[in-house]
């Protein structure tokens, strides 16, 4: 019987489904909600020391509808907790009480400052959280004031802060990563090589979800402007699959014993299969869940170990990484094809000689001009 159970940095998951930070984990009560239906992680919405500069509009979401009207894509320009962290502090302690076997993680961001990142872990790991994952990558409001994104796209900045971060706890740590970078491995390199435990990859994609064909503004729309966003939900899987590959790939070659949290338009167990088959050690959901519901943990279970069961996987880790080396160049798929194709055409044309070798020749189009000679020999009596 197959199971969900890994380990992960150290840390026991009942099961790999982790909620990830944003609207499903914005404060204790849902937290708590999520952890009854059965999620064996959350990162809580990300924290900062100072909730008072983070002010939010109405409306941030746009979504993208497919014709029989299912969103599959989502857009948000909504900014981290508005939650003071006084308050956030007294409900991951109640949350570790009520829920000790579960994983709370300490999603947090600070400005480019030792001492707030020193002061934010302090106090969040004597509230009790399990592990912490950086948020270096939101990608709208928090970067005008150097956070988030504006931190995760400079690889330089990554080294100083994770070093910090590094010094400052022995907890694990994850690095969470933009998609907005030409090749996430620089980033995610430097984070590790600063001595971070794992990459959570990705954040929402940089967006512009459409244009009100009435008003002729940019949405969402706020007093008639807008701003870019950030996409996420289904259609950034195959995005974020193959930044999961590349990162699962650094991971291989580089740093072997980090780990890897698959993010970005997983709602099946099926699609959790997929990251993890790309070498991730858990997934998260976000949007998934502000579609589908806290319940959608129990249908994703039961998906990824019918998987699991179908091909006998016994763990997570039986199939971690299987689909990673099969990535190649495109030079090399051609070579490949080139190779069946000669070996088919040789077995083809030895299967044809034997054949005729066997019968002789009974019929005209057997006939060969290379070894009409031999064929005719062959036919003497
Ligand atoms: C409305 C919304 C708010 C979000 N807020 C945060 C946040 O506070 N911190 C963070 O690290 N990621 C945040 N995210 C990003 C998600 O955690 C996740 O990386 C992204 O949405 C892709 O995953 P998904 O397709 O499952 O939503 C937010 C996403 C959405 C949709």
């Not at 002729?216 to 899987?237: D, F, H, N, Q, W």
């Not at 014993?257 to 959901?285: C, H, P």
């Not at 006998?312 to 299987?322: A, L, V």
Request: aromatic share 8%; glycine share 8%; charged share 25%.
């Amino acid at each position: 019987m197959p199971t969900l159970e890994t380990t992960v940095n150290g840390i026991k998951f009942p099961n790999p489904f982790v909620i990830a930070s944003g609207p499903p984990g914005t404060n204790a009560r849902v937290i708590c909600r999520s952890f009854a239906e059965g999620w064996g992680g959350a990162s809580a919405k990300t924290v900062s020391l100072d909730a008072s500069k983070i002010v939010n509009t109405a409306p941030r979401y746009g979504r993208l509808k497919s014709g029989d009207g299912e969103p599959y894509g989502w857009e948000n320009i909504e900014l981290i907790s508005t939650m003071p962290l006084e308050r956030w502090l007294d409900e991951f302690k109640e949350i570790k009480d009520k829920y000790p076997d579960r994983v709370l993680i300490a999603s947090i961001m600070e400005e480019f400052n030792k001492d707030a990142w020193f002061e934010i872990i302090e106090r969040c790991e004597s509230a009790g959280v399990d592990m912490f994952e950086c948020n270096f990558s939101c990608p709208h409001g928090l970067p005008e004031r150097k956070m988030g994104a504006a931190m995760g796209e400079d690889p330089a900045i990554l080294t100083e802060v994770c070093g910090w971060v590094r010094q400052a706890t022995t907890k694990p740590v994850w690095a969470k990563m933009t998609p907005n970078v030409t090749h996430i491995e620089d980033p995610s390199r430097a984070a590790l090589a600063a001595g971070i435990d794992g990459i959570s990859a990705i954040n929402t994609i940089r967006s512009v979800i459409g244009v009100d064909l009435e008003t002729l503004r940019p949405m969402p729309t706020v007093e008639g402007y807008s701003t870019v966003g950030g996409y996420s939900s289904k259609a950034i899987k195959p995005i974020s699959l193959r930044m999961n590959m590349e990162v699962a790939t650094l991971i291989h070659d580089e740093f072997p014993g980090r780990t890897l949290s698959g993010i970005g338009g997983i709602e099946t167990g099926n699609d959790a299969a997929e990251f993890i088959l790309l070498g991730a050690d858990t997934v998260q959901v976000c949007t998934g869940v502000m579609l589908h519901g806290y319940d959608l943990v129990k249908k994703m279970s039961d998906q990824l170990l019918a998987f699991m069961d179908k091909h006998g996987f016994e763990t997570i880790d039986d199939f971690k990484g299987k689909a990673l080396p099969y990535f190649t160049t495109h030079s090399d798929l051609v070579q490949r094809q080139a190779k069946v194709k000669a070996e088919k055409e040789a077995a083809r044309a030895a299967a044809k000689a034997a054949e005729a070798a066997d019968q002789g020749i009974t019929q005209d189009e057997n006939w060969d001009g290379d070894d009409f000679v031999k064929q005719s020999d062959e036919l003497v009596g």
